[in-house]
């Protein structure tokens, strides 16, 4: 089963012209997200678990179809994990995705997986993701299975609630999935669509 966004008519977003500085969202970025991202384009492979391990996750699109990894076989999958209430980090990162799957062409998906998940419904994720490029899917689950998800990717994430605020810590990485279904490549989350695209050819 090949598997597209069911709904593709969203409108550029005004996020996409908020991107261009880069450098000082990044920098932002780190005191957001603490702790869990360096700053260098690949992400140690120690920390990734196995090179080459097949992906493994269940999750739920906006319809609440469940999704599984096996419907991506034959297809390469760049996949990260964030919120969409999230200021820096993940508008790069679905950013710099939506322009490597764009490029790519259609072989590629682009899956947006949020960790929010008593804000982030999968269609408010859908929507999100849809901003991005039309071959971007915004998926949802229950904590269970964004738990597996997420413990599968080795990817980390915490909410914390206050009176005044509402934060989400997470891994922001990258993940290249080939059409086997195996990780071939982790990137961190600003790495540019240009690097991305080279460990697709
Ligand atoms: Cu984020």
């Not at 196995?50 to 269940?58: M, S, Y």
């Not at 998926?139 to 998800?149: D, F, R, T, V």
């Not at 990717?153 to 990485?173: G, L, P, R």
Request: glycine share 8%.
């Amino acid at each position: 089963m090949t598997y597209l966004r069911k709904n593709s008519s969203v409108a550029l977003s005004v996020l996409m012209i908020s991107l261009s500085t880069t450098a000082v969202m990044a920098q932002d970025a780190m005191s957001e997200h603490a702790g869990h991202m360096t700053m260098t384009d690949h992400a140690p492979m120690a920390a990734l678990g196995d090179h080459g391990v097949v992906v493994d996750f269940e999750l739920t699109d906006r319809d609440g179809a469940l999704v599984r990894d096996e419907d991506f076989r034959g297809r390469h999958v760049l996949l990260g994990f964030g919120f969409t209430h999230c200021e820096h980090i993940c508008p790069l990162m679905a950013l710099n995705m939506g322009r490597v799957v764009e490029e790519a062409g259609p072989e590629m998906t682009g899956i947006f997986v949020s960790v929010d998940t008593e804000r982030d419904t999968a269609a408010i994720t859908d929507d999100y993701a849809g901003h991005f490029g039309e071959a971007m899917l915004g998926l949802s689950g229950s904590i269970e299975q964004i738990n597996a998800a997420a413990k599968n990717f080795k990817v980390s994430y915490a909410v914390t609630k206050t009176q005044d605020a509402y934060t989400v810590q997470h891994t922001a990485n990258v993940f290249l999935i080939d059409p086997n279904g195996e990780l071939v490549d982790v990137f961190n989350f600003s790495t540019s669509p240009e690097n991305i695209l080279e460990a697709v050819r």
